[in-house]
């Protein structure tokens, strides 16, 4: 029987898990798909139970697979999206839809927060720049909007939290987790009464700070066990939030060190080794799931979402590995086809401004959907260069690119040549979900820490490297993408950064 941890990481659209020996070797991984639903213009939601579901599909499937080669799962540890959460009555059962980070609707709570505590002093506290979509506008809006569901909320708990309740864990959350919330205190570690306390909502809501990410939350109960196919008992930790684990999944537990995935949005991670929220907020501060370390982090809005949309309107029933060899199969450039890929919005990096959407431009008759999905491709690519400069990326510091875009070598190439220098991924491109593979050793007491399961657990393949010529090319389109974006942004009527 060989010793296995689980790891399962909760996204904006889908919930991945792998199997994993405390060597790393990747003995099986399954993932599951929910809806967004859109009930209206710029709200998204999702179904709390759907979640559940997904988790208890994807854990049924490892268990099934390992059940085939002899192995003993030592701990499931629970990765997840900080932004949303989820109103439970006294039972722990939701009485509302979850609204996504990527929702539009909270505009009004906003400018309230904002008017009520300052916009700098939001930043210092809690290390992020407030926008739509953040934890505490959710429930400002739900408050105001659903009040016979707020009558009956009894606790707004993270995405991963409400999971791990149902498991058998105890009401508690990490560090990480709340740092999307516009409520945490980051430097204090708990729950801002300045913040709360100007707007009404009381602290005791909100999960309180039970220990850091490898911390035992709890046992799975023997109902979860039978459920999830899994033996009772073993530990569950308090986990952290998909980015902190994808930093982990990314090798990434050392100062200078980057990650850098999309999933819905194209979500960057650099470690360093001290809160130092910047003034601005263009970038979040946040603890890292190894104690003592710090990410800052930027969030390009819907890169992901937009070739999701593209995939499910223009190209049903193409998957995305059809979609981007369609796309290697026209020239650099896309022969003058440009793509805004602002789906949900362009209110974070690099551009910061509010109300956007996605555009097609200059297309003409010669244009085929080939050409469309290379113009989304490298549009992904061109963001990449504003936000590693804004980001103070340094000449020698490496670029490790996780999830599942990082998979196609061609997507790797592009990005490579646009930014002009290498690029590298590692074996498995899971990495939220390695993350927690990695935290589930710690849990489990097969690794001492994380920087020795990272150490254990994580390889990497050859750096691809930028061709010259094609960096060149893909510079000077760069300042035309650039242009494009400023124009049509300014067009919202909205102030860009």
Known sequence: M?????????????????????????????HAEYPMHR???GWNENDPRDWLAALRQVVAELCGRLDRGGAEVRALVLVAQRDPLVLLDGDGEP???????????????LAELEAAVGRERLIEITGGRPV???????????????????????????????????????????????TRSIAFDVRAGEWSAEILGAVGIEAELFDPIGGEAAAVAGRLGDAAATELGLPAGIPLAFGCADDHAATVGAGAVAPGAW???????????????????????RFDCSPHAVPG??????????????????????????SYAEILDLAASVPDGAEGAWCLPFLDGAQRAPWFTEGASAAFL???????????????????????VPTWELMGGGRDEVLTIVDGEAASGFWNQVKADVLGRPVRTPVVLDAAAMGAASIASVVAG??????????????????VEPDPARHAAYAERLETFTRLCRAVLEAYGSESA
């Open 259 to 281: 990650s850098v995935g999309t999933g819905t949005c194209s979500s960057w991670r650099r470690v360093i080794d001290g809160f130092r929220p910047e003034p601005e907020g």
């Open 39 to 41: 009930p209206h213009r």
């Open 446 to 463: 097969i690794h001492p820490d994380l920087p020795t399961a990272v150490a254990e657990m994580i390889a990497f393949e050859e750096p």
């Open 95 to 109: 009485v509302a839809p979850a609204i996504s980070w990527t929702d539009q609707r909270t505009g009004a709570e």
């Open 362 to 384: 200059g297309i003409t008759g010669r244009h085929t959907p080939a050409h469309l999905a290379r113009a989304v491709v490298e549009s992904v690519a061109y963001l990449y």
């Open 132 to 178: 739509v979509g953040g934890g505490l506008l959710n429930a400002m809006w739900a408050r105001a909007h659903e009040p016979e569901a707020w009558a009956r909320t009894r606790r707004l708990a993270a995405p991963k939290d409400y999971l791990l309740g149902a498991l058998g864990a105890e009401r508690g959350t990490d560090p990480t987790t709340p």
């Open 293 to 318: 370390l710090f990410i800052h982090e930027a969030t390009i809005d819907s890169v992901g979402s937009t070739l999701r949309w593209f995939r499910d309107q223009i190209l049903p029933g193409r």
């Open 2 to 30: 060989r010793e296995v941890v689980l790891g399962a990481d909760l996204g904006t659209s889908s919930l991945k898990g792998v199997a994993v020996t405390p060597a790393g070797e990747l003995l099986a991984r399954a």
